[in-house]
């Protein structure tokens, strides 16, 4: 496969290489989230700041962070914190997002553990890197971003500049994600993570509301015809298709976001053995490629229609046990690496216990992964937590 059509197939591959990151790469998304007046830097100065970097004429040599202790230590109360003790300076010409801010007379290592404190109470999956001072960052609803730290350029030296880009995907509560995290890098208090309930969705319509003189003419929609619509999409090569079809479809199964009737047909349906649509999603359920983030976010999204397809339904069937208890398992043994995974593993997961023949190994994963979640995602611990009291 020559290296363009590699790029075409998998558009998050090049995102984010071994390369300096000086310009934006946010790729198309279905809903484009409306972010809203937001403060570009809060400077305590009556002096503007050119939008192009703190100033022009100084060196722009980075500062090397320092390494010293790992990107990410344990307190006392098992929470991670990250362990930065200092930034580069800001590039000079640097273009900064609007969504950055500037937080005067406090130490990159306090900012560092304000991030990492608020990351772990939204369960926002972060990979820290010390030697950048940045962390790759991956929300529940799979929007792909970065923050960065950097340390202010001349009248602006005795702060520190906290910037959130944002590189994949979208989501309808990422602009409170990015508020609560710029919020808590000054130090100021956070605003809980957003709670995507009843009053978020689409208006239930009953069968009986639906109904008309004209339904002869005008058929409501079966599940066949669902998940024919989406067999067509994930039928097409490319990951845009397969992702559109994925997204379809894990809102065709939802009882949180269609009626229970409407979601429990169609994953009635797509649960069963003969189903092509749910082969294919089973299929990058078991295909585990950790090292390609593309074929991660297709399983991610596999992983969410899985379980709530289960929900729905309330069963396994059980010529999908066999194959996926392993694969699953694996995925909360991993946790530390993956958080985000693991909590649609342990979802799955939480309908495995009923009818399990080894319910110690399920608590053992289990407990790993509430162990992670404790340190540094909330969802995951809670989720890990509610199986082990199912198993008990």
């Not at 995102?15 to 007046?37: L, Q, S």
Request: charge should be negative; hydrophobic fraction near 40%.
């Amino acid at each position: 496969m020559s290296k363009k059509m590699d790029k075409f197939l998998n558009p998050k591959k090049n995102m984010d290489e071994d390369v300096e990151e000086t310009t934006r790469k946010i790729a198309p998304a279905m809903v484009m989230p409306n972010f809203g007046p937001m403060p570009f830097m809060s400077i305590p100065s009556s002096t503007q700041m050119p939008a192009a970097g703190f100033g022009a004429s100084i060196n722009t040599a980075p500062m090397k962070a320092s390494l010293q202790g790992p990107s990410v230590q344990t307190k006392s109360d098992n929470m991670f914190v990250w362990d930065l003790s200092s930034a580069p300076v800001l590039p000079e010409f640097h273009p900064l997002e609007q969504t950055a801010v500037f937080v005067p007379n406090v130490s990159p290592s306090t900012i560092a553990a304000r991030i990492s404190s608020v990351l772990r109470d939204r369960s926002i999956e972060a990979h820290y890197i010390n030697d950048k001072a940045k962390v790759k960052c991956v929300t529940a609803e799979g929007v792909d971003f970065r923050i960065r730290l950097y340390r202010g350029r001349n009248q602006y030296s005795h702060g520190i500049i906290v910037e959130v880009q944002r590189r994949f995907g979208s989501s309808l509560v990422f602009h409170s994600d990015t508020q609560a995290i710029l919020d808590a890098a000054q130090g100021k208090t956070a605003a809980p993570p957003s709670v995507m309930t009843s009053m978020n969705n689409l208006p239930e319509v009953s069968d009986e509301e639906y109904a008309t003189d004209d339904d002869d003419d005008f058929p409501m929609p079966s599940a066949d015809s669902s998940l024919a619509m989406v067999s067509k999409m994930l039928s097409l090569p490319g990951f845009d298709s397969q992702y559109l079809g994925l997204q379809t479809l894990s809102s065709l199964v939802d009882p949180e976001k269609l009626s229970l009737s409407t979601a429990r047909a169609i994953a009635t349906k797509l649960l069963r053995s003969d189903s092509e649509v749910g082969l294919k999603v089973f299929g990058h359920i078991v295909s585990r490629k950790p090292e390609d983030e593309s074929a991660m976010t297709l399983r991610n999204m596999s992983l969410n229609i899985l379980a709530n397809a289960m929900k729905a339904c309330g069963v396994v069937p059980e010529f999908l046990r066999e194959p996926l208890r392993p694969v699953l398992l694996d995925d909360l043994r991993e946790a530390e690496k993956h958080p985000n995974t693991a909590v649609l593993s342990a979802r799955c997961m939480e309908y495995f216990i009923r009818g399990d023949t080894d319910t110690m190994e399920l608590n053992e994963a289990f407990e790993i992964a509430r162990e992670v979640g404790e340190a540094r995602h909330a969802n995951l611990m809670k989720q890990a937590e509610k199986c082990i009291s199912a198993i008990r």
